[in-house]
């Protein structure tokens, strides 16, 4: 054991990062630009602006300019909670008996659990900034409903949460912490908008998924004045605000002296890992330095793994923009799997640039294994990790081990997304031996592959 390297890395208050980090500046291939589904011209502010908050539309549209700075505003919330630790996993090192050196990022010391208050502030303010009166969005498992109501409340906006229904009845404690701080939540699809009543009509019975809670948050935003509608991941601006994470890892990295080898994140959106890893990626691009960087994602969701790389529609209701990015289709519906942060059927357009540039790699993973290493986690590092944020600890695991084989003492990192309190049942399920894992079979994907826009450009 290097005494050298302390268990907790902590940043002072005054090393928070002061800008958030566009990598797109230092992309040669800039990932595709959204664009307007009846024209199939690039989207205009102008356009977006009906939608999101000017400030917003502004980081959205922009890639180029490297450096943002970070409100005063915002950069006081995130002392209530950050600079996360960098953490030295000794005692998981110990228990996979490695050579290998493993570090990990907590962002779950916030209520809401997970990294994504870090973009939910970010978002409010620019909303309150402009004088809205609230905001409207979708949640899946609730992580980024919990955050954004934790946001608005602080800074005093209205935030209507339209929650995949099958959460909604699953996960009765996520809704009443957004309710405590203030939101109203909707199960969806609802008889509340057009898109919601379109689609209970052609599926009775469906439990919701996160790309027609999408539509109907869009569509509450667009049609009730003092209104915009945020997202919790897959956008560049919510991948910009997620940096905080990377930045401040790689401060804490360098006041050690240590250079990461490998760095894994898991996959749903992808802001969490472009994050985490945009910083290094920015390294790559200018030449400076060269890092191993893996996406994780389930494999009941392989957006990267066996996804298209082709424009397609970010929600169900198709009244968004259209993305390039890696996808399976806006009309895969993925099996229940417990990572209900993971269940997106694309992946931020900057991180499908990266990927088909290279410069990342992805793997997938079964859920049963991922419950595994959840546990193993657990007791030998007493954080009890969330369902996503596991992907990441399985294949940290899985590459420590292999440096058990090879005797190499490689310096693995990861990103610890959030905490799993309110995923006991997925818990119980594994600890009772009940947990499948299924994998959509190429029949199934290509379900969604038929129903991808045709784009010819
Ligand atoms: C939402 C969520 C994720 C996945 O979202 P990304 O945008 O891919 O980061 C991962 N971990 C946790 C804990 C989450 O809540």
Redesign the pocket.
């Given at each position: 054991m290097n005494e050298k390297i302390p268990y907790k890395t902590y940043l002072e208050e005054s090393e928070l990062p002061k800008q958030w980090y566009n990598v797109r500046a230092d992309m040669k291939n800039k990932p595709a630009p959204l664009l307007n589904p009846a024209t199939l011209k690039p989207m205009t502010a102008e356009e977006l602006s009906a939608v999101f908050c000017d400030e917003l539309v502004k980081q959205e549209l922009d890639d180029t300019t490297p450096y943002f700075d970070i409100p005063d505003e915002i950069r006081e919330f995130y002392k209530m909670y950050r600079p996360s630790p960098l953490v030295r996993a000794y005692c998981l090192e110990k228990a996979l008996d490695t050579p290998a050196h493993i570090y990990y990022k907590f962002e779950g010391n916030n209520t809401s659990?997970?990294?994504?208050l870090n973009s939910a502030i970010a978002q409010a303010y620019y909303a309150k900034k402009q004088g809205l009166k609230g905001v409207t969005t979708e949640t899946g498992?609730g992580?980024?409903g919990t955050a954004l109501s934790m946001a608005c409340a602080y800074l005093g906006l209205d935030c209507r949460v339209y929650m995949v229904k099958c959460s909604y009845e699953q996960k009765p404690f996520r809704r009443e912490v957004m309710r405590t701080y203030g939101a109203s939540v909707t199960p969806s699809p609802s008889d509340t908008t057009n898109v919601g009543r379109k689609i209970l009509a052609e599926h009775p019975g469906t439990t919701g998924s996160l790309g027609c809670a999408i539509s109907e948050a869009v569509e509450a935003a667009v049609s009730t004045e003092g209104y915009r509608y945020v997202l919790?991941?897959?956008l560049s601006q919510?991948l910009l605000h997620q940096t905080v994470i990377g930045l401040e890892s790689k401060t804490a990295f360098d006041k050690i002296g240590v250079k990461p080898d490998v760095i894994i994140g898991?996959?749903?959106?992808?802001?969490?890992?472009g994050g985490l890893v945009s910083p290094f990626v920015g390294e790559m691009l200018r030449g400076e330095n060269n890092y191993r960087i893996i996406a994780v994602e389930p494999a009941s969701c392989p957006s990267l793994t066996r996804g298209k790389y082709a424009y397609d529609f970010c929600d169900t209701g198709m009244v968004c923009p259209l993305a390039k990015m890696y996808t399976l289709g806006s009309g895969f519906i993925p099996s229940p799997n417990h990572a209900g942060?993971?269940r997106y059927h694309g992946m931020s357009s900057i991180l499908s640039q990266l990927y088909d540039d290279k410069l990342i790699e992805a793997v997938s993973v079964e859920q049963t294994a991922v419950f595994a290493a959840a546990e193993k986690f657990a007791r030998v590092e007493g954080i009890l990790p969330?369902p996503?944020?596991s992907h990441a600890i399985k294949v940290a695991i899985d590459e420590a081990l292999k440096c058990k084989e090879t005797g190499e003492a490689k310096n693995i990192f990861f990103g610890l997304?959030?905490t799993g309190y309110f995923d006991m049942y997925a818990y119980q399920a594994f600890n009772d031996g009940k947990m499948s894992d299924y994998i959509p079979t190429d029949e199934d994907l290509a379900v969604g592959f038929a129903g991808l826009p045709k784009v010819d450009l």
């Open positions: 659990g997970s990294h994504k498992a992580q980024w919790g991941s897959v919510v898991c996959a749903g959106g992808g802001s969490n890992l942060g993971l969330a996503e944020s997304t959030g």
